[in-house]
């Protein structure tokens, strides 16, 4: 089992930045081989992938936001950091970071234009 904090949301206008953290704690041997993925769900809409980094293996990023976000995983801490530059107000929603179909509670980002 495995238990998801995530945390960093907030609110900035447009091309400001967001460094959102989920930290994952119970079993380390979950984290430490399996991918991460951080999601988003704006208001009115499905949630999305927005990134995704094997345990072992580079970063992936959605078109949306591929040169302005970077997701790097800290296996000794167990958390994944997820920095957002650039950020536009599509970038708006909840951002929820995903383990083996183990979810957090989101945390809000909200950009301004």
């Known amino acids: 089992q495995v238990q998801l904090v995530e945390s960093g949301g907030g609110s900035v206008q447009a091309g400001g930045s967001l460094k959102l953290s989920c930290v994952a704690s119970g079993n380390r041997a979950i984290f430490h081989m399996n991918i991460v993925d951080w999601y988003r769900q704006a208001p009115g809409k499905e949630r999305e992938l927005v990134a995704s980094i094997p345990a072992g293996g580079s970063a992936r990023y959605a078109d949306s936001v591929r040169g302005r976000f970077t997701l790097s995983r800290d296996n000794t801490k167990t958390t994944v950091d997820l920095q957002m530059n650039n950020l536009t107000p599509e970038d708006t929603g909840v951002y929820y970071c995903?383990?083996?179909?183990?979810w957090g509670r989101g945390t809000q980002v909200t950009v301004s234009s």
């Open positions: 995903n383990l083996l179909n183990h």
